[in-house]
């Protein structure tokens, strides 16, 4: 009797121990785990929320210093006041020189939150080189400028050379754009001369232009000989001395040495020794070269003639 109460006894305090175990472990414990990973959790969302706070606060440093950089780069300027006066004061003077024509008007004025600007349209004839410069000197000056809508045509015209009265051809660039000017800028974004940037000159597109589109490679026609110059392919040679060659034309003798211009051409060198005049001719961006040698006959001519033409030096 007493070894059952004893078995008894045992077995209840087994089902107490694990009564107690299993709550300890299955109720009590779990409620503690998922404490503990919940807050495990919360660590890692705020350690990610830290790391992409740092992700972005680095580019934001990034940010700020590259416009910062871009700030102390500026090299243009908006100025407080801008008249029209002087706008157009400052374009004529710019087209003082080359331009056959240069009309400018006031579109209108346009005022934004933080500037102000003038817009103007422009027409203008004027040569190639002398566009070129012109439009340099808007979009690379201290001013803050802006060049809209550039159209550009080739114009040929003829002017009356006043030494001979003949008609001189002038290959000319008729274009027009419009052109914004910009002023009366906010505080903080107007900046006076001596806080703009050097530029540097190798950074700044060339001030000439070393090709111009509108000049054709080969041309068919030729320039007209306004200037009177020797035309060796009409003329004729008919003495050589020394460093000097006289050219026999239809009215007058033309008298040339090493380097003179003539029609279409340069006097490349004259050879006394074997009487030959070496010339380069260009006839529209074809080049080449002719030799042109004494004509022995032609000068037994001149000799027996009495007539004594007047001799033009090039």
Request: charged letters at 25%.
């Amino acid at each position: 009797m007493r070894r059952a109460f004893n078995s008894f006894l045992l077995l209840v305090c087994l089902l107490l121990v694990g009564g107690v175990g299993y709550y300890l472990t299955e109720v009590r414990q779990t409620a503690e785990i998922k404490k503990i990973d919940d807050t495990i959790q919360l660590a890692k969302l705020e350690r990610a929320q830290v790391s992409s706070l740092l992700v972005e606060q680095a580019s934001s440093r990034e940010l700020a210093e590259e416009s910062l950089a871009k700030w102390k780069s500026r090299y243009k300027q908006i100025p407080g006041n801008l008249n029209t006066a002087d706008m157009v004061l400052y374009l004529e003077n710019l087209t003082a020189y080359g331009f056959e024509r240069f009309d400018i008007s006031l579109v209108g004025r346009t005022d934004k939150q933080d500037f102000s600007y003038y817009t103007f349209k422009v027409n203008a004839l004027s040569t190639f080189d002398q566009m070129y410069r012109f439009v340099w000197q808007i979009e690379n000056n201290r001013e803050f400028y802006r060049i809209n809508d550039l159209k550009l045509t080739h114009q040929m015209i003829f002017k009356e050379n006043p030494e001979t009265n003949l008609p001189r051809r002038y290959d000319m660039i008729d274009f027009s754009f419009t052109l914004d000017a910009y002023f009366n800028a906010k505080s903080g974004i107007a900046a006076s001369e001596d806080e703009l940037m050097d530029v540097p000159t190798d950074l700044l597109p060339r001030r000439s232009s070393t090709h111009n589109s509108f000049y054709p490679i080969i041309r068919t026609d030729l320039p007209p000989n306004d200037e009177m110059l020797l035309d060796v392919e009409k003329a004729t040679l008919i003495s050589v001395v020394g460093d000097r060659a006289i050219f026999q034309g239809d009215e007058y003798q033309y008298v040339v040495s090493e380097g003179d211009r003539i029609y279409l051409g340069t006097i490349l060198s004259i050879d006394p020794r074997t009487a030959t005049v070496r010339v380069e001719l260009n006839k529209g961006g074809n080049s080449f070269t002719v030799n042109l040698t004494l004509d022995v006959e032609a000068m037994d001519i001149m000799r027996e003639s009495d007539v004594s033409p007047q001799p033009i030096d090039q």
